[in-house]
Each structure stands twice: as C-alpha cells, then as structure tokens.
C-alpha cells in the first residue's frame, strides 16, 4: 500500500473549517484514499473516504487532487469534540487487507 | 455504519493470568477479524488477521502462543492474552470490513498488575 505524510500536529479554531492535508504520492490507480479519526482512549472512527472525485457527507468533505497524489480531508465547523487524531490511510480495494495506521495529524480545536 | 463491540471495555489483572477479549460484529458476518494493539502516545499496530474457521495470521514479532486468537463464528473473534505480564499493558482494539470500510471496535485497555 501507498505511503502516506501527514503534519504531525495542527491547531483550528472553534467554528473555523480544520483542512487536513495528506501526501500520497506514490498512490495506485486501483487505492482509495481513508480518513479515519481516533478521540482519546476510542477506537478509530470512519470518516469519509474516495477513490478518484470529491466526496462530501454529514462529517466532512474529502478534496483529492486530479493527479490522486495528495488530498485534504475538511471539516466545515470544527468543534471542540473534533479534537483528535486524524489518519489518513491509502488501500486497495481487497477487502482481506487491513488498514496500516501512520503517525496521524492530531489536530486540536480551541475555543 | 457497520457496528463492531468488544468486551471487556477495560480490564485488570494480576501478572500471569490469562484475558480472554471478545469482538463482536453486530449487524454483518465477518469471516476476516483484525486485532490491533496501541501503546501510550503510539499508533495502531496489527498484531494479527483473524480468519473464521481456520488459523491466524500473525504479524512478524507478535508471539502466537502468547496471544491466542480463535474465530470460530462469523461474528465473533476472541483474542486471549496467556500469562500477561505488564509489559502486555495496552489497548487492544479490534476491527473488521464487511465492505470497502473497515470499522474498529471501542477498544479493550489492558492493565497488568
């Protein structure tokens, strides 16, 4: 599975959109692009994921450039119950493989 | 989303015992299980792929007659950890994907006296 470069640490306002920026460059044309979340002391939570286009739901909206070799995972209205540590995670689309989990972006909403 | 339990949500125990920890796909069959493993401050880790009816794999330096993992429905995959020592101290989360996304359980956090 692709490599993936996360900022290690990013601060948002309250009420402000979080834009979470990922590097995949080296991303497959058969690999998705996944970002999960993980709040303190929970297991990981699925955000949002996409292969080629843009994707939007009710949490955030993944922006994937049109040469897949990065993205930005965007959260509208950051709240404070967003601070945690944001994964983004490159995979096939073979359901038997597991996810790997790099360092993350722990991002920290403040009031 | 699909939903995945664990039980116990916390665990502690004297050094030398054994926990035995569940997960539990609620709402899909899942004949693939992941177990992970996350120390303070760390990312995940896989220790290991649980496999319905046949034997896991382990991930290179995760001692299989240490952790034993048994997967002997399709929604339920239990890991035991044998004589714990706290060095096994952790938090164990598993997970599974029914479909294109893999969901995580709540996680179990182990402490070893």
């Known amino acids: 599975d692709a490599k993936t470069t996360q900022p290690p640490s990013m601060d948002c306002a309250e009420g402000r959109a979080a834009n979470l920026p990922c590097n995949h460059s080296t991303i497959s044309g058969n690999e998705y692009v996944y970002w999960y979340r993980q709040i303190h002391s929970q297991g990981p939570q699925y955000i949002i994921h996409g292969l080629k286009n843009n994707e939007t739901n009710e949490m955030a909206s993944l922006i994937i450039t049109e040469d897949r070799k990065s993205s930005t995972l965007i959260l509208p209205h950051a709240t404070l119950r967003d601070t945690a540590v944001y994964y983004c995670i490159v995979i096939s689309g073979n359901y038997g493989q597991n996810f790997v989990f790099g360092p993350g972006t722990r991002l920290s909403v403040l009031p | 989303g699909a939903v995945v339990s664990q039980h116990p949500s916390w665990v502690i125990c004297k050094s030398g015992t054994s926990v035995k920890i569940e997960c539990r796909s609620l709402?899909?069959?899942?004949?693939?299980m992941f177990w992970y493993r996350q120390f303070p401050k760390q990312s995940l880790m896989l220790m290991a792929t649980s496999n319905e009816g046949s034997k896991a794999t382990y991930e290179q330096g995760v001692e299989k007659d240490k952790f034993l993992i048994n997967h002997a429905s399709l929604t339920l995959s239990t890991l035991t950890v044998t004589s714990a020592h706290p060095e096994d101290s952790s938090f164990y989360i598993c997970?599974?994907?029914?479909?294109?996304?893999?969901?995580f359980g709540p996680g179990t956090r182990l402490l070893v006296l």
């Open positions: 997970s599974a994907r029914p479909g294109e996304t893999q969901y």
């Open positions: 709402d899909f069959q899942a004949t693939t």
